[in-house]
């Protein structure tokens, strides 16, 4: 759960145990787990840093669409097109 401020969830035995099996409660029954906000993905192109709220980028030039690139990973990957 992403937010400010205090929230209440309130849930039975049985999800208990379903969110105890899948690690999110603990056997106390609170929450052992916490998500995080989405981020836009970020990448670099010939050295120049772009930002999307998409992991699918469409690569452009000179208005012409060169390539459409799903970003699946974090780390550095060179990428190569051979217009050949």
Do not use: C, P
């Not at 916490?34 to 120049?48: E, K, P, W």
């Not at 999307?52 to 459409?68: D, F, K, P, R, W």
């Amino acid at each position: 759960m992403v937010g400010t401020g205090t929230s209440t969830v309130k849930h039975d035995k049985t999800s208990d145990a379903v969110m105890q099996n899948l690690g999110i409660l603990n056997n106390g029954g609170r929450y052992v787990k916490v998500l995080q906000a989405t981020q836009d993905a970020r990448y670099t192109v010939d050295g120049a840093a772009f930002t999307s709220g998409s992991n699918t980028v469409t690569l452009t030039e000179n208005g012409e669409n060169h390539a459409t690139v799903t970003l699946t990973a974090t780390g550095t990957r060179v990428v190569s097109n051979s217009t050949t």
